[in-house]
């Protein structure tokens, strides 16, 4: 043993010094120490890399981790160049990547009248009044946000709690009037709204939708799913009708409202659900611009929306782009193409009746044989397939057609297929996202919005047999995802983990079958390496590990180990993506632990 050891010792310094006398250096004898461009130190980070799971310190350069470790060991990293921050025992995680939203209704919610901050309809008719008095004759009248089931009180008169019209007529003659439901699966449009629309008392309900009447047949302005989209393409033809500058500034103005709102809140990569392929085309062009004069710092991943089948099975293949833009423009997925609508509207698809409305069931919104054409195209071209589902029936079906999809063609199971919210299942298809290697896109924080209204909508034994089962599906092997669905809920990802591990609503004063949260860990792990992983990323993102992508979030505190009643006065510090400070909280560099916990109230937790 000591002769092999001796020869193995003589071998190296020999190649050592031939590499010395040839002027070369030889990878690992020693590891080179380049200086770091970036180097944090004093911080408790997480990193999600099971070879080296917690650090003190890390050093970046040219926007990738090059090392992790002790505050010793990462000062060797630093030169007079380096920029150092001293963290003061801040949390450290990778970045937080949004799992589903959609990024520039993000940013149009955010140039509207959010009336779900109104406390009941008189609240909402009066933001409308309000914005009526700015707005010029036949101008619209964008909001979004409202849920019945979340006001204070009902109104009067109503229909099954929904308002009647005339209050809103009365605010708004003269102007048409669009208010988006909270799940964005409903609006509400006044008398001259539908009017533009050409929706009267006598228009048919079309498939997969329910234009909602009074006892005499009147249309009341509640439009359920695709029965709304003839407001939306009236408003869309207002839109058309702008100069075509003022039509460009208004696009880039939500996009750069959006991009600044997620990197704000430590968004660093973005899911984004179903955009045309005219959109795609002018996102590719606006973040190839905005990469190059540092203006667009957000990872986005795109999913292709289907306007139709014929369409997409002629331009998909062309339009798959990865890694653009220095990797920050991909294009890889199908969706958010739906299966059914919302809990809320009553248009979830659930196998029986809903216990508050017994005859209803929910709606199949998008025919089954259409999403499976939609799901063939994908297959062939190598495409990511993303389908919303929400009730018991409606996960069902998209599992069995996946299924069904699976068996001839097994080389979709690579494509990490996924549905979209997966938010109640009938418990013999809990096992099945795992069996089947289907990924569950939940958003935590609907649990916690819904809670109230779940129980009342399909009864107590369904609701704990399959409202939202986190535990159940991660037990079982299922990848879980996490994101906030935005702008259905506000992108923030303070919020959502606090639900995940609570399941807390009212403040904090009810929870929710709290058997199936998360643990923080889990959590984490759900909004970082889990959404790397479903976008193919996973080699590049999701940890921070050296020669990954230094997307990186700091935190006020440590989201693994502090009380739960804490969490939701936990901070975004800094938000770092290739190795740049693209956000920076007033007052972060001079922060020291548990102060920014002194000074800052709680948030308004979100029901």
Request: hydrophobic share 40%; with cysteine.
């Amino acid at each position: 043993m000591k002769s092999l050891l001796l020869g193995v010792s003589v071998g190296v310094a020999m190649l050592v010094a031939a590499a010395a006398a040839a002027g070369s250096h030889v990878a690992g004898f020693p590891p080179e120490l380049r200086p770091a461009d970036l180097v944090l130190r004093n911080a408790t980070i997480a990193t999600l890399d099971p070879l080296q799971p917690q650090a003190q310190a890390l050093a970046i350069r040219d926007g990738k981790i090059l090392a992790v470790g002790a505050n010793a060991s990462i000062s060797h990293y630093i030169d007079r160049q380096t920029k150092v921050l001293d963290l003061h025992g801040a949390f450290v995680t990778p970045g937080f990547i949004e799992g589903h939203g959609h990024l520039l209704d993000t940013g149009e919610s955010l140039m509207q009248i959010n009336v779900g901050k109104a406390a009941n309809w008189d609240g909402v008719v009066a933001m409308v009044k309000a914005a009526v008095a700015k707005a010029k004759p036949g101008e619209w009248i964008v909001g979004f946000g409202w849920l019945e089931s979340k006001w204070n009180r009902a109104p009067e008169p109503n229909l099954n709690g929904l308002p009647l019209p005339a209050s809103l007529d009365a605010a708004s003659p003269r102007n048409p009037v669009l208010l988006t439901t909270a799940s964005y699966h409903g609006l509400y449009a006044n008398a001259l709204a539908l009017k533009l629309a050409g929706i009267a008392d006598k228009t048919p309900d079309p498939a997969g939708g329910t234009i909602v009447r009074d006892a005499q047949g009147h249309a009341i302005g509640m439009l359920k799913d695709t029965a709304a989209d003839p407001v939306y393409a009236a408003y869309h033809r207002y839109l058309a009708s702008l100069p075509p500058a003022e039509q460009e500034s208004r696009r880039e103005r939500a996009l750069q409202l959006a991009v600044r709102n997620e990197v704000s809140k430590g968004i660093t990569g973005f899911v984004d659900q179903g955009e045309d392929f005219a959109t795609i085309d002018w996102l590719k062009r606006q973040v190839a611009k905005g990469v190059a004069n540092g203006s667009f710092p957000l990872r986005l991943y795109v999913n292709v929306g289907v306007l139709d089948v014929a369409s997409l099975d002629k331009n998909l293949a062309k339009y798959k782009t990865i890694g653009y833009a220095d990797d920050h423009f991909t294009v890889r997925g199908v969706g958010e193409d739906v299966s059914d609508g919302a809990l809320g509207t009553r248009s979830a698809w659930f196998l029986k009746p809903y216990s508050d409305a017994p005859g209803i069931t929910g709606k199949n919104v998008t025919p089954m044989a259409d999403l499976a054409k939609i799901a063939r195209i994908a297959a062939r071209d190598g495409f990511q397939v993303s389908i919303h589902a929400i009730g018991d029936r409606a996960n069902r079906e998209v599992l069995d057609m996946y299924q069904k999809i699976f068996d001839e063609d097994p080389a979709a199971h690579a494509l990490r297929w996924r549905i979209e919210h997966a938010q109640h299942l009938n418990p013999a298809d809990i096992p099945r996202f795992a069996q089947m290697g289907v990924i569950a896109s939940m958003q935590s924080i609907h649990a916690c919005s819904d809670a109230p209204m779940v129980i009342p909508r399909i009864g107590e034994r369904r609701a704990e047999e399959g409202a939202y089962v986190w535990k159940r599906l991660t037990d079982s092997g299922a990848i879980l995802l996490d994101g906030t669905d935005t702008p259905v809920e506000d992108t923030n990802p303070i919020p959502v983990f606090y639900c995940g591990v609570t399941r807390a609503y009212d403040h904090g004063r009810k929870t929710f079958f709290p058997d199936e949260a998360k643990t923080p860990m889990q959590e984490l792990k759900s909004y970082t390496w889990n959404n790397a992983y479903a976008n193919f990323e996973d080699h590049e993102l999701g940890s921070l590990t050296p020669g990954k992508l230094a997307d990186i979030d700091v935190f006020s505190g440590d989201l693994l180990m502090m009380p739960a009643n804490d969490i939701l006065r936990t901070r975004v510090l800094y938000t770092i993506i290739g190795g740049k400070v693209v956000y920076q909280r007033p007052g972060a560099d001079t922060w020291h632990k548990g102060e920014l916990f002194r000074r800052m109230p709680e948030f308004d937790h979100a029901e």
